[in-house]
């Protein structure tokens, strides 16, 4: 009997442009606002896995890493829910882009990985199971089960949410602006915490980001890329704010960022139309038309270097 088998998948991140911040329940990750994301085609995650009948543990490699028990072990909780506990794997998991610096290496390696548990285990479950599932290892992985628009919706009196695609008839694309590819200081989790513990303007966040989101759904449908673009970037900032105002307060932002939006802002003026938008790190993802991406690409050339700068279209896959 052959003991060994691999099977491989792959899931891109997602950028919110109505951010997720704040959780009801640290556990299920049940958020306290709907959030709405794009999903990359340039940044992925491609996992796989090996079942071998000889492994007493679970092991796992993250950019040819074999990761700690603490790493391995949230890798293992996932796993979980498609295999019999007793049965050990081999995961490797390449990021195409810089871990944990804000990229969102964590939306598309937790839904690679369902993905991927999913055929090798051959579970069949339903994509929006995946997305469930992914949830449980990082909130925003959900959203990467989805493209090119998806929206995590939240009803915050029925303390549940789901993920699903978003209807969206404006042609989009991202430029991101790598101005920094550490590793963040403060975990997305550990700041959404502290935001949602001592940030005093945390009620307004969630107020306005439920409505940004619903006002967002209706912009999606139409061809107004300035509505969409400054609400964006309002959301962005208000997000970036309840950090501020957090105790004791502090940024995911740095001198480059604060450049980087000033930069953005005079362009614009001179007719470069593209809006800013900021997670959990210092760099700066920019959306624009479609049409328009390559343009404003060359522009920032100027400025930045090319190895700084990733365009990236949307994934055109369509799941029923
Ligand atoms: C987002 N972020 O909507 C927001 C904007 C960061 C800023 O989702 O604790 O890694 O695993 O649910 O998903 C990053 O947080 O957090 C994130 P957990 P996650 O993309």
Redesign the pocket.
């Known amino acids: 009997m052959d003991t060994k088998n691999i099977v491989t998948a792959k899931a891109h991140a997602n950028?919110?442009i109505i951010?997720?911040?704040g959780?009801l329940d640290e556990v299920k990750?049940t958020p306290l606002n709907s959030?709405i994301?794009l999903t990359l085609d340039k940044f992925y995650t491609i996992t796989s896995i090996e079942r071998n009948q000889k492994l007493s543990k679970d092991f796992f490699y993250l950019n040819d890493e074999l990761q700690n028990d603490n790493e391995t072990s949230k890798i293992s909780k996932i796993l979980d829910y498609f295999r019999h506990p007793d049965e050990k794997v081999i995961v490797r998991s390449h990021n195409s882009m810089p871990t944990a610096a804000g990229l969102?290496s964590?939306?598309s390696g937790y839904a690679a990985l369902v993905l991927c548990a999913n055929k090798s285990f051959n579970c069949n479950k339903s994509r929006s199971e995946l997305s469930y599932i992914a949830r449980l290892g990082?909130?925003?992985?959900c959203r990467s089960l989805y493209s090119p628009v998806a929206i995590w919706k939240c009803d915050i009196d029925e303390h549940k949410a789901i993920a699903y695609p978003l209807q969206c008839n404006i042609k989009l694309a991202m430029i991101i602006i790598i101005l920094n590819k550490n590793k963040k200081e403060v975990l997305?989790?550990d700041g959404?915490r502290h935001c949602v513990e001592t940030s005093t303007i945390f009620n307004k966040w969630v107020t306005t980001a439920n409505d940004d989101a619903a006002k967002m759904v209706s912009l999606l449908q139409t061809n107004d890329f300035k509505a969409i673009g400054e609400l964006m970037e309002r959301n962005t900032l208000l997000?970036h704010e309840t950090t501020l105002h957090a105790n004791p307060p502090f940024s995911y932002l740095n001198s480059d960022t604060h450049a980087c939006l000033e930069y953005i802002r005079k362009i614009r003026q001179d007719g470069f139309e593209t809006y800013f938008t900021m997670?959990?790190g210092p760099n700066v993802k920019l959306l624009c038309r479609e049409s328009e991406v390559h343009i404003i690409y060359k522009k920032l050339l100027e400025k930045y270097d090319e190895s700084n700068l990733v365009m990236s279209h949307l994934v055109e896959e369509d799941y029923d």
């Open positions: 950028i919110a951010k997720y911040w959780k990750k959030s994301s969102s964590s939306s990082s909130g925003s992985a997305s989790r959404m997000m997670d959990a």
